[in-house]
C-alpha cells in the first residue's frame, strides 16, 4: 500500500516543463494474486473494476478488488435474473388468505400473497425473494402482475358466484411511480366485469410517510376510481396520528406483532385498544392479523374488532381451494355467542 500511496504522490506533482503547469491525479484499481485466484484475463477486468471503484470514490485514489463483494454483486445481479425469468415463465403464483367477520361468520374477502413456485427449491414465501427486488425497477413489474392477476381471480370467482373483495400489497417504489394510478386504471380497464370497489391497495404504514403529499394525492385519484386503502402493519411506525386525517384509507391493518402477545402483553393489548378506538374516530375498518387462536379471537371481539385473519382462521390457499373453504366456514361458538361491546 505504500507503494501505491508513493505513485498517487508522484502523479501528484505538477508538470513544470510546459508553458503552463498541470495538475495530474490518478485512479488505481489493484487485484492481488494468489488471493485473487484467477487467470490473467480476469485479474485485469477485476483491476479495471477496482479502478472505476476509484473514480467514484472522489478520484486520485485506489481501490483494492473485493472479491467477496463482487462476488455479493454478481450473486445480486444473478437473482435478479431469475426472477425476471420466472416472472416470464409464469413461475409465480398467489395464495389467499380469507379475511373474516369472526362475530357474525361472514367472510368479507381475501389478502392475495405472492408465491414462487420455483422449479428447483418448490413454493417460496415472499421473504424469500421480495427483499432482492425491494429497490429494483423489477419490483413494480412483480407489483403490477400481483394486481393482474389478482383481477383475473377476482373476475372467475364472481363470474363463479363468489362475491369476494381482494387486497394486493402494493410496495413504495411502486405506489411513488408518478403514473401509479393511469396504471392501475389500464389493469382494471382489462377486467371490466371486476367492480373496483372490490380491490384494496394494502400500503406499509412507512411507504405513507416517505411522500404524504404524493400518497395522499394518489389515494384520493384512485378512490375516484373506486378502488379501497389500507394502511397494513398499523402501529409499527412512528407517525403522528393527525397523518390518519390526510389519508383516504378504508381500512387499518393491525399489525400481528401486537396480536400475537396481547395474552401476555399489557402494553400490546393497550396499543390494541387505542388503535381499535382511533379507528373508530376516523370512521376507518379495522382487521387484526395473526389471530392464531380462539383467545386472540375473543379477546379482539371483546375489545370491539370483528374483523381478522391469521392461521387461527385459515392459513393462505390456492385460489382453487377458496370457494370449498368459504362453503364450509363457521366462527367458533365462543366467538358468535359474545355480545358487542357498548362501546363499539
Request: hydrophobic share 45%.
Amino acid at each position: 500500500e505504500g507503494a501505491i500511496r508513493g505513485l498517487l504522490q508522484q502523479v501528484e506533482l505538477p508538470l513544470l516543463h510546459l508553458p503552463e503547469p498541470v495538475a495530474l491525479s490518478a485512479s488505481i484499481g489493484v487485484t492481488l494474486f494468489p488471493a485473487d485466484d484467477a487467470d490473467p484475463d480476469t485479474l485485469l477486468r477485476h483491476a479495471d473494476q477496482a479502478m472505476y471503484q476509484a473514480k467514484l470514490a472522489g478520484k486520485n485514489r485506489y481501490q483494492v478488488f473485493d472479491a467477496a463483494q463482487d462476488s455479493s454483486i454478481r450473486a445480486h445481479h444473478e437473482s435478479l435474473e431469475r426472477i425476471r425469468l420466472g416472472l416470464a415463465n409464469h413461475e409465480f403464483v398467489l395464495h389467499y388468505q380469507p379475511k373474516v367477520n369472526m362475530r357474525s361468520g361472514q367472510v368479507m374477502g381475501a389478502e392475495g400473497l405472492i408465491r414462487w413456485q420455483h422449479p428447483e427449491r418448490g413454493l417460496l414465501p415472499p421473504g424469500a425473494f421480495l427483499s432482492v427486488i425491494e429497490d429494483h425497477a423489477l419490483a413494480v413489474e412483480v407489483g403490477e402482475w400481483v394486481i393482474d392477476s389478482a383481477l383475473q381471480q377476482l373476475a372467475l370467482w364472481h363470474a363463479d358466484g363468489l362475491a369476494l373483495s381482494v387486497s394486493v400489497n402494493v410496495g413504495a417504489r411502486q405506489l411513488q411511480q408518478g403514473d401509479f394510478v393511469a396504471r392501475l386504471q389500464a389493469l382494471l380497464a382489462r377486467h371490466p366485469q371486476v367492480n373496483p370497489s372490490h380491490l384494496e391497495v394494502e400500503i406499509l404504514e412507512t411507504s405513507a410517510l416517505a411522500d404524504m403529499a404524493q400518497v395522499s394525492q394518489v389515494i384520493e385519484e384512485c378512490a375516484q376510481l373506486g378502488v379501497r386503502f389500507a394502511l397494513d402493519d398499523f402501529g409499527t411506525g412512528y407517525s403522528s396520528l393527525t397523518y390518519l386525517k390526510r389519508l383516504r384509507v378504508a381500512t387499518l391493518k393491525i399489525d400481528q406483532s401486537f396480536v400475537r402477545d396481547m395474552l401476555d402483553d399489557p402494553e400490546d393489548l393497550a396499543i390494541l385498544e387505542g388503535v381499535i378506538g382511533l379507528a373508530a374516530a376516523f370512521r376507518h375498518d379495522v382487521v387484526a392479523e395473526g389471530v392464531e387462536t380462539v383467545a386472540h379471537g375473543t379477546a379482539l371481539l371483546q375489545l370491539g374488532c370483528d374483523l381478522a385473519q391469521g392461521y387461527g382462521i385459515a392459513r393462505p390457499m390456492p385460489p382453487g381451494q377458496l370457494a370449498a373453504w368459504v362453503a364450509q366456514w363457521q366462527p367458533d361458538p365462543a366467538w358468535s355467542a359474545l355480545q358487542r361491546p357498548p362501546s363499539a
